[in-house]
């Protein structure tokens, strides 16, 4: 079980982590949405969902109506996915593999074994590519097992998700589970076994919040919707949706 000082450590690299590989590079990625090129626009649908936002088809409510979905949908799911890799690296550095493959070694704190773990962000974080990479490092390991005589056993070899629960695991990782027999870590599950510690994993929930609670961007956010509502394609765009009908 992690002592109290490395469970600080964790912690406070945790929030270093989600400030600046999180926060920094969501922000970076909102400033490019300042041009219409940066958007794939359906004019039938994008001036019904401006004035269901806001009540009108103006150049502003178009851009809020394509700016919220972005910043508040894929480029933060997008954001986070990306950031894990450095997640590794930067929160989970002390139980960083030097197994080919593999992202983290530790020991389970049920059974003492060691295992050799995959990280991936989510439940549904997978598609059905992943099933086979995943399954093909975890080979690697098993057959460098076998060369170096360790004793290896089936459930040494582990998925680790960061966040979610079991009833949200995608047919991807259930088939890691059935077909390859791996075991899957969901959110606490996980956290659990890697420290000891069954409060961990609402600990870092905590202290992410914490941390969270900075980013106020809307000054900046308006000023992204401000300039994309100047963009020649959305002008054109508002005005044709204003145009009386003939």
């Known amino acids: ?35 219409s090129t940066e958007f794939n626009i359906n004019p039938f649908t994008t001036t019904y969902l401006a004035n269901f936002l806001t009540g009108n088809a103006s150049p502003e409510s178009i851009a809020k109506a394509l700016v919220y979905p972005r910043i508040l949908g894929t480029s933060i799911t997008t954001t986070f996915g990306n950031a894990i890799q450095h997640f590794t690296n930067d929160v989970l550095g002390t139980f960083k593999s030097t197994t080919s493959g593999i992202d983290v070694e530790y020991i389970d704190q049920d059974d003492q074994r060691r295992k050799y773990c995959q990280i991936k962000a ?19 390991v098993k057959n460098l097992a076998r060369t170096n005589n360790l004793k290896l056993q089936l459930d040494d070899m582990v998925v680790g998700i960061v966040y979610g629960e079991r009833s949200e695991i995608s047919g ?14 969901v959110g606490k599950e996980f956290w659990t076994k890697l420290t000891g510690d069954n409060e961990f994993y609402d ?30 394609h959305i002008l054109e765009l508002a005005n044709m949706a204003n145009k009386e009908p003939k």
């Not at 270093?16 to 926060?23: I, N």
């Not at 991807?172 to 870590?185: C, G, P």
């Open 172 to 185: 991807h990782y259930k088939k890691l589970e059935s077909k390859h027999n791996y075991v899957v870590l």
């Open 122 to 140: 989510g439940p549904n974080t997978i598609n059905k590519d992943d099933v086979e990479t995943i399954h093909q490092h975890f080979q690697a």
């Open 1 to 35: 079980m992690l002592s109290e000082d490395q469970k600080k450590e964790i912690l406070e690299k945790a929030k270093h982590w989600f400030r600046d590989s999180v926060m920094e590079s969501h922000l970076k990625n909102a400033q490019k949405l300042k041009s």
């Open 203 to 232: 600990d870092l929930i905590a202290v992410i919040d914490a941390v969270a609670q900075e980013s106020d961007f809307c000054e900046q956010l308006n000023a992204i919707i401000s300039e994309l509502a100047k963009d020649q």
